[in-house]
């Protein structure tokens, strides 16, 4: 991994070997199947695991520009296939996930806290607006990158703003318009890591929020296969229609490719029954747009991301 570095800026190994100068934790060839829903995959030529916010700047101005880098929330809504990620993958530790009270409606959360986290501090401050954050199974640097929504409302409903490291290692504060929310998707370059975000809600009673949070929690269990090793949502929903309605009127539901299989409890949800690989779980994905299509037409859209080489 000498090479991680360009020949300008080049300080040497440090005494554990590490290829750049860090604060955070690097590992090399770091298994990922355990960090992610799945449980499937191939290993991160590198996990780093960053100090804080300028530990992360600096790595990723002396890193080669022509190395990769990919961040990882919780692994929720990912296939890493089973060839593993070149590369430097990022995943931001307990230094990233702090929540903060600005004034009486604002949060500043980490990239590294999750939706429930959120969700929770925000009742606690009788902030409403957020309790939908308590549905999304990752991390605020993940949900703000792909504008997560469920239950009639979107990141893009209470971002105020976001704090990001560009793969240059700058740091910018992106607002709301700069950050071109539409469907599950938005305009942040590819590379960056959201390491902040600032949400605002509107003002509610704490009883009436866990409320809220209750009913969502049990809206979730009821109808998704939460106990099971999957992605979440597989697909973006085709609006008008959702994702599970056409692919269970394709027939679907509870197809298997090895042990792969699409669940029977929420179509839209892919399992892992105990060793599928991540070839399986991606060609089953494929079979079902496949057959989408061949019965409605419809282009069924991943919503899950593949990142990674194919074993």
């Known amino acids: 991994m000498s090479g991680l570095l360009s020949d300008t800026n080049r300080p040497g190994l440090v005494a554990d070997r590490t290829p750049f100068g860090v604060q955070g934790k690097l590992t090399r060839n770091a298994p990922l199947a355990p960090l992610v829903w799945f449980k499937a995959g191939g290993a991160a030529e590198w996990l780093f695991e960053p100090k804080d916010v300028d530990d992360l700047a600096a790595a990723l101005r002396g890193l080669d520009p022509a190395v990769p880098v990919m961040g990882l929330g919780l692994g929720s809504?990912?296939?890493v296939r089973d060839g593993g990620v070149p590369g430097v993958v990022v995943r931001l530790g307990k230094a990233f996930a702090k929540v903060e009270r600005l004034d009486d409606l604002t949060l500043r959360c980490g990239g590294g806290a999750s939706g429930i986290l959120v969700s929770s501090a925000a009742r606690d401050a009788g902030i409403a607006g957020i309790e939908f954050l308590r549905s999304i199974p990752g991390t605020v640097g993940g949900f703000v990158?792909?504008?997560?929504?469920?239950y009639g409302r979107e990141v893009r409903d209470i971002l105020v703003e976001a704090e990001v490291v560009l793969r240059s290692g700058e740091r910018r504060t992106l607002?709301?318009?700069?950050?071109g929310y539409t469907y599950r998707h938005s305009a942040l370059p590819v590379q960056a890591i959201v390491v902040s975000a600032t949400f605002r809600g509107t003002e509610g009673e704490s009883a009436a929020i866990q409320a809220e949070m209750d009913r969502i929690a049990a809206s979730?269990?009821?109808?998704?296969?939460?106990?099971?090793k999957t992605g979440g949502s597989t697909f973006k929903n085709p609006l008008?229609?959702?994702a599970w309605e056409v692919i269970d009127r394709a027939g679907c539901r509870g197809l298997t490719i090895g042990d792969a299989q699409v669940s029977e409890k929420h179509c839209n949800f892919l399992l892992n029954l105990g060793s599928a690989t991540s070839a399986d779980i991606e060609a089953l994905g494929e079979e079902v747009r496949r057959r989408v299509r061949a019965d409605s037409g419809v282009e069924l859209e991943w919503e899950i991301q593949r990142v990674g080489v194919k074993g």
């Not at 990158?145 to 469920?150: D, E, H, L």
């Not at 607002?175 to 950050?179: A, I, P, Q, R, T």
């Open 240 to 242: 008008p229609s959702k």
């Open 77 to 79: 809504n990912l296939i």
């Open 220 to 228: 979730r269990e009821a109808s998704q296969p939460l106990r099971s």
């Open 145 to 150: 990158r792909m504008n997560g929504g469920a």
């Open 175 to 179: 607002s709301l318009d700069e950050l």
